[in-house]
């Protein structure tokens, strides 16, 4: 099967290599038989409907964000379309920050996000940096990874955040969330590229592509014996040097 990625503005928003979770997708995919189409989504490009089974949009400083977010906003229909009839979506950070109602950065000006997810952001004094763990208690497993926001995402009532902080700040460093779920859409602020050291959630995109694709289908197991050591040793950072809210 060929899974459909479109890749939302990768020449602006990869920072910390963030676009090194599609290799990680593409190389789950492969060893279970499938392969990834993947094709750059960035301005003024339009979003095919329904021809695509999973979005990917990594970080950006604020910068970059300013550069691409009146472009992502004609995207809009468009992508609420795609996701409304459930393709797949994996925002990191700038990218997440985007996906809400507005992010307000901190020279003040207020960029406007497409809507997708019950939330905004604001810009705040501090950064939030350090190494994450997260319970995604809906999941039954753990995320960990690495955050770097000036950010604050307020989720709105009866939002569903993707995890509850462990170790680390999270959304807003009070709240005790991180990231937003919603349908098949997955948003956190943890970079870097973070499939790599947690297998299960890249299992989880790749499956709910599929599933976009047409493939209801279990995926196989795979070793991942490097892949639990990383995610072992990077949940320990967290718990042990993890920004402090
Ligand atoms: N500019 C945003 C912030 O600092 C996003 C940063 C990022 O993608 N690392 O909050």
Known sequence: MKIRVGHLYPDYLNIYADRGNIAVVAERARARGHELDVRALGMGDGVPVGEVDLFYIGGGQDREQAL??????RKREALHES?????????????YQLLGRHYVDVAGTKLPGVGLLPLHTVAGARRMIGDVLLDCAWAGKTLAGFENHAGRTMLD???EPLG???SGFGNDGRSGHEG???RRVYATYLHGPLLPRNPWFADLLLQEALAHAGVETLLEPLPDELE???HAV???R???RGGRV
């Open 180 to 182: 937003c779920r919603y």
């Open 68 to 73: 691409v977010a009146h472009d992502l906003v």
């Open 83 to 95: 996701v409304e009839r459930g393709a797949a979506v994996l925002a990191v950070c700038g990218g």
């Open 234 to 236: 990077s949940a320990e």
């Open 164 to 166: 509850r902080v462990v």
């Open 238 to 240: 967290a718990r042990t």
């Open 157 to 159: 009532e009866g939002a």
């Open 228 to 230: 639990r050591a990383a």
